[in-house]
């Protein structure tokens, strides 16, 4: 397991200047296990843990200096945090390694399924690949539905910024059904934008397919939540 703070405090301790407390906080957060997660900081595709884990798969001996080249980068530009989390192959130190990187991540997210249920764009993911940056980063989608075909797991991640992220009703609503259905549910963040079941990662594997989510969804009281807004 690549352990980012253990990377990001080598680095300070050669380059205390560039000590930046949010790209500490992500790295401690990325450490800990998916259900303890209390930050609201992203970790898929295209987000600074995802490049570095594929530069560790290819060179393990470049980590580290990937890491401080990209934290340079960003401060010496005076760029936004949010990149890290979401455009990272932007950044020059990840250009080496952009070939490798479009040959193993061939989805393109326009293939995707998209439903519009009370007036929120639902993206559909029924792939082994974690897309949520990139959905996030492409699309307009207030969430994504979720289901990997290879670990069993499944959920909904709602987008941070959406009000649908607001409606903590519906997301009581989504936990109760899903749980009634299955064990091994769990909601990630005290804003719960993530519902999910690890699958085989807790020992549950989620039986739930695509269209029962949806199913799910659709048969929330949409019309009374629109009337009351």
Known sequence: MLRLTYIYSNILKYYPEVSH???????????????????????????????????????????????????????????????????????????????????????????????????????????????????????????????????????IVFRNSSQINKLNELKDYLFKSFSAIEPGWITIGEDKTLIINHGHANLSPSSIQIPELIQIIENYSWDLMIQNQ
């Open 21 to 155: 407390p949010e790209i500490e906080q992500y790295c401690i957060e990325s450490d800990k296990p998916k259900e303890y997660r209390t930050g609201n900081y992203l970790y898929g595709f295209n987000s600074l843990k995802w490049g570095l884990c594929m530069v560790n798969d290819i060179d393990p001996k470049a980590v580290r200096n990937v890491m401080r080249d990209i934290i340079f980068e960003l401060i010496a530009r005076g760029l936004q945090f949010a990149l890290l989390e979401t455009k990272i192959m932007t950044f020059s130190a990840m250009h080496p390694y952009k070939d490798h990187f479009n040959q193993r991540y061939t989805i393109p997210i326009d293939s995707l399924e998209h439903r519009v249920i009370g007036n929120y764009l639902f993206v559909i993911n029924n792939h082994a690949q974690n897309l949520a940056g990139r959905i996030f980063s492409e699309t307009e989608a207030d969430a994504i539905l979720f289901h990997n075909p290879l670990s069993h797991s499944a959920g």
